[in-house]
């Protein structure tokens, strides 16, 4: 099975999910559109993600140009973890992430 690297909790709940816990720590993940872009602008996926995929990275190195280990320390504190995780399959591959069914 292909593994893609993602940050999520142990509910397998992406760190974005609950915005409101997160928003301290990554507000500037929702500002710099270009660093940080949501699949839709991500130039070479340009759509939203499907209701069963889950984004993610498709390295460490593409994980380490998102999530600073400043931002991952204090994510882990939130209970949310950088994994390596199984998935079925990876459906898009972007410039900064990827989508992928489990």
Known sequence: MPKIYRVENEEREGCYAFV???????????????KYPEPLID???????????ICGFLNL??????FSDIELLELEK???Y????????????G??????IR
């Open 20 to 34: 409101e816990d997160t928003f301290k720590i990554l507000g500037e993940h929702f500002i710099n559109l270009e």
């Open 43 to 53: 130039k070479k996926i340009k759509r939203n993600p499907l209701t069963e995929e």
């Open 95 to 100: 410039e900064r992430q990827v989508l992928a």
């Open 61 to 66: 190195e593409q994980s380490k140009k998102w």
């Open 78 to 80: 939130l209970g949310y």
């Open 82 to 93: 950088l994994k390596e995780v199984e998935v079925k399959k990876i459906t898009a591959i």
